[in-house]
């Protein structure tokens, strides 16, 4: 089962469209259930979840950890992936300091 753990410092006033781009699962190669977790270290970001066309979260904050989300219990969002889907976390921080997202995402074929 993949398992993507990314960490990414998302500078003031400034966004990732995909904090995942260029990852070997990015694109599904098969239909995928998708589980995803995320976390910022302070408060003040956004987070925006996509699925080829499915909006899996519209734009949210995420909850503060110092940590990666805990597999199972913190992953709060899931969807199911077609052949050539594009799975894409976009993180917005409008905020005057740097911040930190810290994404779960885990893969199992159907």
């Known amino acids: 089962m993949p398992v ?4 990414t410092s ?11 781009s260029g990852s070997a699962f990015e694109f599904a190669r098969r239909r995928t259930i998708v589980s995803v977790g995320c976390a910022q270290s302070a408060t003040g ?3 925006q ?5 499915d909006t899996i979260a519209e734009e949210f904050e995420p909850p503060i950890l110092t940590r990666y989300p805990i597999i199972p219990d913190e992953m709060y969002f899931s969807d199911v ?3 050539g889907d594009r799975l894409k976390i976009a993180y917005r921080n409008p905020t005057v300091g740097a911040l ?9 074929d159907v």
Do not use: Y
């Open 100 to 108: 930190t997202a810290r994404t779960a995402i885990q893969m199992q």
């Open 10 to 20: 998302i500078l003031a006033s400034s966004s990732n469209p995909n904090v995942i």
């Open 45 to 47: 970001m956004f987070a």
């Open 4 to 7: 993507i753990m990314n960490t």
């Open 81 to 83: 992936m077609e052949l």
């Open 49 to 53: 979840i996509t699925s080829g066309s």
